[in-house]
């Protein structure tokens, strides 16, 4: 498949490189391989510290860390020099060696492959929203970042978050939200009591203190959280901007403020829109991304602050399912990993939660293995990465055993026990949905906090088993019925195309029918719980069904439900006009209907920050180090506690990743500012306008000399290596001698060493990783001329549908989208909802399905392989 230079750099396709020396490509990645004797000169940071070595595991704190050792993090270096020089060497000879290639040397197993160092103001670890919106921030200053995302795609859990984002919109006249407001709400929720409040019904940890209040570290950051609100939802708008013309109000909220915009899911929207702004850097150098990428440790100097950080390449299935991975002796199978360092001052961890981290060292077994019992709605990668790395630090914790239950996980027809299931967005309970009992009672005010509703279903489940029916978390025990009616689904329109296109949600007309749904389904005339019966009345379940739906429609004619205390019915009533029980089944109103269950969702402990999103050490080491914060480390997004409390409210998951993805991006030290400062403008404008103007143009002048000594450079080596007409043709006709305007280069190096012979190879040890990262433009901006030739013969190209029908595998899928045939082949491993979700439109056309979820802008990353004719 072919993806344009442009549009997103998730997506962007390494190719081979076969004459740059030092330039090592890699599955989704650039790996600049500079020599080990001397540090490489860095880009405009604090000048780089000796190797780093990592600090011993932490003592023991009131928060267990997630892997106690008592023995220190290894040295990233694979293996000691015979002899100590400042940088060790991989290969230590006595004599010159011949010039680099592509595949390094083999060493014997279990050898690791010699670390290769880069350099960057800022090493952001994860490509979420929080990662993106402090990366962002910080490019706007004027910093060099490099981000790092273990995965194949950028965005992890936040390009699933489709209800919206919360905030405060100051400039909508008439809006009767207020901060204030805003943080009430957030503190009624952190308090946790929902569930207590409702029926006293728990998750079974033996916790039953529901009244008593979190502590003051548990919520201390809500207010820079509802603040932050005003000042990123305009940011969103005005310098990313990004549509956020809806408003819905979600459960435990007095008021609309989750925003979400006309075309495609909010999440996926704000996602792309913000790598994109990174993107507008990447030609300058000022943004570099790093797809599976796994950071395998903050490094850490000796006086305690952040030196940089230690990643290798994550395996990649190949196209006959052969794990291609970054290994120094791929013929060995115990090979290792290559390591990767990156020299920085300052680090950001945004990694995410751990909601599905169940391996041996499972956060979320050992601080809460009741929700383990539930599915999630967790992509894999949410696995408490950067949480386990700031441990080991000695940094402190709060708050790891409080783990959101979301109460509406839909379940899948064609896979009901799926492990991973998808989250029913809450905005739909927001529009008017109700939920109802396997028999078709409600149970619960729709627009309670999670915990309450969550609550409510437990409940419903004990008095099942309590009546000698299905056992608590057995069959369908757990499992209810959500409605929504047709005026609820036209105003989530695109939600519920996606549902619909899932098999997720069935249209289903009348009141009769949906009742065969629920008894098909749910087993729904099997309840026998003493509240089901009494409700029925010895009736049919039909019967029930419509009862509660006309009790519904009065109590919203009332403003007010009397069995639970509802106030707000938008969209209602669901049944004006349905034919009377006991008539013939006619056509009646229409309902959107699916099964739900409850999801572990969401981790609302974390790191503990300072309100800069600076990481705090736990008491023991804060006391041994004689520092409150580790120096140079930050963390924002669902990695930090301190935000929700014991329960999260629906779409604040955006807000905290963005407006503490913010903060930190303007907390960072960069060489050149002010001691005092820690806060920027309230909204940037962009990178023509930002306190790092002048740092920027500075950057830009000098990368642009050695970009243009590197285009010279290498049209004199590719003449003298290949000596072929092809190369000389690539050699600019304007070439000079490239002393007469060279940068200073390291001792020893000339232009007539730059076509040195083998033997005399070994003098380019110290090369700058400025140079080689402009080699590395020259090569790719060739590859871009085949490219731009390719997309000319691509637009001219056509595609008949029986020709593609015939790609229709998973290893061989073409899909037509607006009248334009793609070739996903390589792309589907990636897609963040799974293979499945295009290999389903191989050889077909596709454009409702994918209408139906994002934006047509999407595409604008890959490259069409022709137009689609009859």
């Given amino acids: 498949m072919r993806f344009r230079k442009t549009g997103w750099t998730c997506f962007s396709r390494s190719r081979p490189t076969t004459r740059l020396s030092r330039v090592w490509k890699t599955e989704g990645t650039t790996c600049f391989a500079t020599k080990q004797r001397t540090p490489p000169t860095p880009?405009?940071?604090?000048?780089?510290?000796?190797?780093?070595?990592?600090?011993?595991?932490?003592?023991?704190?009131?928060?267990?860390?997630?892997?106690?050792?008592?023995?220190?993090?290894?040295?990233p270096t694979p293996e000691p020099t015979p002899e100590p020089t400042p940088e060790p060497t991989p290969e230590p000879t006595p004599a010159p060696t011949p010039a680099p290639t592509p595949t390094p040397s083999a060493t014997p197993v279990p050898s690791v492959e010699p670390a290769l160092e880069e350099t960057a103001d800022v090493v952001v670890v994860g490509g979420g929203l929080a990662g993106l919106t402090a990366a962002l921030t910080l490019l706007d200053r004027g910093a060099r970042v490099l981000l790092i995302e273990k995965s194949g795609f950028v965005g992890g859990n936040s390009v699933w978050a489709s209800s919206g984002i919360n905030g405060v919109d100051v400039e909508l006249e008439g809006n009767p939200d207020s901060v204030n407001a805003f943080t009430e709400d957030c503190e009624k929720s952190s308090s946790g009591v929902g569930a207590g409040a409702a029926t006293g019904a728990t998750l079974e940890t033996g916790n039953t203190d529901h009244d008593k209040l979190p502590l003051p570290e548990t919520v201390e950051h809500i207010p820079v959280l509802t603040e932050g609100s005003v000042e990123t939802l305009a940011w969103f708008k005005q310098r990313v901007g990004v549509d956020l013309s809806l408003v819905g109000r979600l459960g435990g909220h007095k008021h609309a403020r989750t925003?979400?915009?006309?075309?495609?899911?909010?999440?996926?929207?704000?996602?792309?829109?913000?790598?994109?702004?990174?993107?507008?850097?990447?030609?300058?150098?000022?943004?570099?991304?790093?797809?599976?990428?796994?950071?395998?440790?903050?490094?850490?100097?000796?006086?305690?602050s952040v030196s940089g950080v230690r990643w290798s390449l994550v395996a990649k299935k190949g196209k006959k399912g052969k794990e291609e991975s970054d290994t120094h002796n791929e013929t060995e199978s115990d090979a290792q990993p290559a390591q990767h360092i990156i020299l920085s001052p300052n680090v950001i961890l945004a990694t995410g939660g751990f909601a599905n981290d169940h391996g041996p060292d499972s956060l979320l077994k050992r601080h809460a293995?009741?929700?383990?019992?539930?599915?999630?709605?967790?992509?894999?990668g949410s696995t408490g990465d950067g949480l386990k790395m700031a441990l080991k630090l000695g940094a402190a914790a709060v708050d790891l055993g409080n783990v959101q239950i979301h109460p509406t996980g839909f379940v899948d027809p064609s896979s009901p026990t799926a492990p991973t299931k998808t989250l029913c967005a809450e905005l739909l309970r927001g529009a008017g949905a109700v939920l109802l009992t396997r028999d078709g009672r409600r149970f619960a005010d729709e627009l309670g906090t999670r915990d309450y509703v969550v609550g409510r279903m437990l409940h419903e489940a004990d008095l099942e088993q309590g009546s000698g029916g299905l056992g608590k978390g057995t069959g369908v025990s757990l499992q209810f019925a959500l409605v929504l009616n047709e005026k609820g689904a036209l105003e989530t329109e695109k939600h519920v195309a996606l549902y619909l296109q899932k098999g997720l949600l069935q249209r289903i007309t009348g009141v009769a029918r949906v009742a065969s749904w629920l008894k098909r389904t749910l087993g729904g005339d099997k309840v026998v719980n003493d509240v089901a019966r009494a409700h029925r009345n010895g009736r049919s379940l039909e019967w029930a069904l419509r009862e509660t739906l006309v009790q519904y429609d009065a109590a919203a004619a009332h403003g007010v439900c009397p069995l639970t205390n509802k106030t707000h019915f938008h969209n209602a009533p669901f049944i004006a006009g349905l034919e009377k029980p006991g008539s013939q089944k006619q056509a009646g109103p229409v309902f959107y209907v699916g099964?739900?269950?409850?999801?572990?969702?969401?981790?609302?402990?974390g790191v503990r920050v300072d309100t800069h999103g600076r990481v705090m050490r736990n008491p023991a080491r804060a006391q041994r180090t004689g520092q409150q914060t580790v120096p140079g480390l930050f963390a924002a997004g669902e990695l930090i506690g301190g935000v929700h409390g014991k329960n999260r409210l629906g779409?604040?998951?955006?807000?905290?990743?963005?407006?503490?993805?913010?903060?930190?991006?303007?907390?960072?030290?960069?060489?050149?500012?002010?001691?005092?400062?820690?806060?920027?403008?309230?909204i940037d404008e962009g990178p023509e306008e930002t306190v790092g103007e002048v740092r920027g143009e500075a950057r830009e002048e000098a990368v642009e000399e050695v970009r243009e000594e590197a285009q010279e450079e290498e049209a004199l080596e590719e003449a003298a290596e290949e000596a072929t007409e092809e190369a000389l043709e690539d050699v600019p006709e304007d070439v000079q001698d490239p002393t007469e305007e060279a940068m200073d280069e390291p001792e020893g190096e000339t232009d007539e060493e730059q076509t040195r012979t083998e033997?005399?190879?070994?003098?380019?040890?110290?090369?700058?990783?400025?140079?080689?990262?402009?080699?590395?433009?020259?090569?790719?901006?060739?590859?871009?001329?085949?490219?731009e030739e390719s997309s000319e013969d691509a637009s001219n190209a056509t595609v008949t549908r029986a020709e593609l029908a015939s790609h229709a595998t998973e290893h061989d899928c073409w899909v037509a989208l607006?009248?334009?045939?793609?070739?996903?082949?390589?792309?589907?491993?990636?897609?963040?909802?799974?293979?499945?979700?295009?290999?389903?439109?191989?050889?077909?056309d596709g454009t409702a399905g994918f209408h139906a979820v994002h934006d047509p802008g999407m595409l604008d990353a890959f490259e069409a392989v022709g137009t689609l004719v009859d």
Avoid: W
Wanted: hydrophobic fraction near 30%.
């Fill in 259 to 304: 925003h979400r915009p006309a075309q495609g899911m909010a999440g996926a929207t704000l996602v792309t829109a913000t790598l994109k702004a990174c993107e507008a850097y990447v030609e300058s150098g000022a943004f570099v991304l790093r797809k599976r990428a796994r950071a395998e440790e903050v490094l850490i100097g000796k006086d305690g």
């Fill in 595 to 605: 099964r739900v269950t409850p999801v572990t969702h969401y981790t609302m402990g």
């Fill in 369 to 380: 293995p009741a929700t383990t019992q539930f599915a999630t709605t967790n992509t894999q």
């Fill in 818 to 844: 607006y009248g334009l045939v793609y070739d996903f082949s390589t792309f589907l491993e990636d897609h963040p909802a799974g293979a499945e979700s295009i290999a389903r439109f191989a050889g077909t």
């Fill in 43 to 75: 880009t405009p940071t604090p000048k780089p510290t000796p190797r780093p070595t990592s600090e011993p595991t932490p003592e023991p704190t009131p928060e267990p860390t997630p892997e106690p050792t008592s023995e220190p993090t290894p040295e």
């Fill in 651 to 682: 779409g604040n998951a955006l807000t905290e990743c963005a407006v503490f993805g913010r903060r930190v991006g303007r907390a960072v030290r960069l060489a050149g500012d002010e001691a005092e400062s820690t806060e920027r403008d309230a």
């Fill in 759 to 787: 033997s005399e190879d070994d003098d380019e040890e110290t090369t700058m990783i400025a140079e080689t990262e402009t080699t590395t433009m020259n090569a790719e901006s060739e590859t871009e001329t085949d490219e």
